[in-house]
């Protein structure tokens, strides 16, 4: 699987953005997708999960500002940001799970996009 983000970039505080990750090649299917960021000097940390069934999970930190979804045809996973603090400042990066058919369950990482509040 080779996941592709996008839509990182500079934006001042309150601003919105939206995350992109689209998942391409798999050869099974893709269960959970999520987002999770890496400030410097911090250890990454989860933003959001989305299941395959819909559940959604969020850091305390994001709710009520974020929201993640997905569209399962098109193995893409979201993320609208609203009400940006600079405290969101981080590399953001999507993850997800892959069920081959041969039953290997794999957890996959994108490569990260940035993403700066900043007035």
């Known amino acids: 699987v080779q996941l592709q983000a996008s839509g990182g970039g500079l934006v001042q505080p309150g601003g919105s953005l939206r995350l992109s990750c689209a998942a391409s090649?798999?050869?099974?299917?893709?269960?959970?997708m999520g987002w999770y960021r890496q400030a410097p000097g911090k250890q990454r940390e989860l933003v959001a999960t989305?299941?395959?069934?819909?559940?959604?999970n969020y850091a305390d930190s994001v709710k009520g500002r974020f929201t993640i979804s997905r569209d399962n045809a098109k193995n893409t996973v979201y993320l609208q940001m609203n009400s940006l603090k600079p405290e969101d400042t981080a590399v953001y990066y999507c993850?997800?799970?892959?069920?081959?058919?041969?039953?290997?369950?794999?957890?996959?990482w994108g490569q990260g996009t940035q993403v700066t509040v900043s007035s």
């Open positions: 993850n997800v799970g892959e069920r081959q058919w041969t039953g290997s369950f794999y957890d996959r």
């Open positions: 090649g798999t050869r099974g299917i893709i269960s959970y």
């Open positions: 989305v299941t395959g069934g819909g559940s959604t």
